[in-house]
């Protein structure tokens, strides 16, 4: 899983060893992102919805689950750059920060997906790869 990876590699650790380093913090956005999703698609299609909880609910569990997984990308580039500071670049440590911002200021799943895999493939040009 990218997520995990993500974690592994900016901790230089196992499974969880490190703050959110486990997939299954990022399965549960995924699955709220999921249920809201089929809601939506029942109310639009004026179908009995399967949820016994509200939209706003739901559009709430998952802002919860989005903040939670932005904070832990958050401390991972933290430490990483604290860590491996070194190994970085100024253009990658630029772009680290941009992410940072980014999902900062637009949490959605789709920004948070687009900021694992450039972190990601930024830890892996500087060989910060999962242990």
């Known amino acids: 899983m990218n997520y995990e990876g993500l ?8 499974k969880g060893k490190a703050p959110g380093a486990d997939a299954d913090i990022y399965r549960k956005m995924d699955r709220a ?3 809201l999703e089929i809601e939506n698609a029942f ?3 004026n179908k ?4 016994s909880l509200s939209i706003e609910e739901l559009e709430y569990n998952l802002r919860v689950e989005t903040l939670l997984i932005s904070g832990y990308i958050h401390r991972a580039i933290k430490n990483a750059l604290t ?5 970085f670049n100024i253009e990658q440590i630029s772009e680290l920060n941009k992410t940072f911002e980014i999902l900062k200021n637009n949490l959605s799943v789709q920004i948070v997906e687009k900021a694992i895999k ?3 493939e930024i830890l892996y040009d ?3 790869t999962p242990q």
């Not at 974690?7 to 196992?14: D, I, K, L, N, P």
């Not at 009995?48 to 949820?51: A, C, G, T």
């Open 7 to 14: 974690m592994r590699s900016a901790y230089q650790v196992g």
């Open 33 to 35: 992102s999921y249920q």
């Open 43 to 45: 109310i639009k299609n």
């Open 48 to 51: 009995n919805r399967s949820s």
């Open 83 to 87: 860590s491996y500071g070194h190994k």
């Open 118 to 120: 450039n972190i990601n």
């Open 126 to 128: 500087v060989k910060l």
